[in-house]
């Protein structure tokens, strides 16, 4: 726990409307509130951001005229981020990117292209090296947005010696290796519910339990991990939505508190957060409360470095919100949001 009462944290967003890049604000855990929005960074469709454990450096995705990929900054002492360098390729940008703690492997997911990607980083100065490894996934499902593979995520295991894959349009979450070169080798592929569409993954502390969120079905699959071997085995389906909603909805961001306590699951379409508490021994979880996220179409959440807030974005309405988020019983209040950044992605926070 942190005597710290203000946070620096980041928005990723897509560049339309009034949107010029990556923004950033400040959460006073005195006043409860969201303060001075910024711009930190212009550049175009910043919608996935990772941060380094120590603070230094901030990677993007982004995208440049015709050609996509990931860019570096250097996080200065008020904030401020710095241009570092960028790799770009031709074609679409990444959904998603991720660092390892060591912050030696950068990783980034393809929705359009199919494709996981690996760098290294130069440990001087944080610059992103060429691809180490670009592998091309395989196959369809039976939703007609899986008409080839759309890989939404690409995260380390707690163990840091797998990279977890997860692709919406295969309905798979695949298992690889990181060898020291940056290089991939795949360990497991393991199929999913078919059509369920998964998007995005959440590890328990523990090290043996992992959530994964369905971006078609608006599920949340729980899974024990084996770090020995790599693999994961299923061993629950929940559903994030109440029993008499049966509009459109796609889920979206997965998190889980610190203590290993709650997981928390975000709604497009129905507009909200689902609460889930977890079994110490299992691991399974039990519904705990829908919560609005007081806008349309909520792409992400954060938790912040406390554990007692959380910060959500609303893509569609251009709003972020803030909740206080109750330790015991995990179950959210709202305290802001009036928050406007234009078209936000991804939330991120400085430790």
Partial sequence: MTNKTNFTGYIGTYTKGTSKGIYTFTLDTARDRILDVKLAAAIENPTYLTLTEDNRYLYSVAKDGKSGGLSSYSISDNGELIPINSQFSEGASPCHVSIDSKQRYVFSGNYHKGTVESYLTNQEDGAIQSASSIIQHEG????????????????????????????????????????????????????????????????????????????????????????????????????????????????????????????????????????????????????????????????????????????????????????????DTGKLTLLQSDIKVPYPVCVKFLG
């Fill in 140 to 327: 369809s499902g039976p939703d007609p947005r899986q008409e080839k593979p759309h890989v939404h995520y690409t995260g380390l295991t707690p163990d840091e010696n797998y990279l977890a894959v997860v692709d919406l349009g295969t309905d798979t979450l695949t298992t690889y290796a990181v060898n020291p070169d940056g290089k991939l080798t795949k360990v497991q592929l393991l199929p999913l519910k078919a059509g369920s569409g998964p998007r995005h993954l959440a590890f328990h502390p523990n090290g043996k339990s992992a959530y994964l969120m369905t971006e078609f079905s608006s599920e949340v699959i729980v899974f024990t991990y084996d770090s020995q071997t790599g693999h994961f085995t299923e061993k629950q389906y929940i559903s994030t939505l109440p029993e008499e909603f049966k509009e459109n909805n796609q889920g979206s961001a997965i998190k889980i508190s610190e203590d290993g306590r709650f997981v928390y699951a975000g709604n497009r379409g129905h507009n909200s957060i689902a609460v889930f508490s977890v079994n110490e021994e299992t691991g399974g979880l039990t519904f705990v409360e829908h919560t609005s996220t007081e806008g349309d179409w909520p792409r992400d959440f954060e938790i912040d470095p406390t554990g007692r807030y959380i910060v959500a974005s609303n893509q569609e309405s251009s709003n972020l919100v803030l909740f206080a988020r109750d330790e």
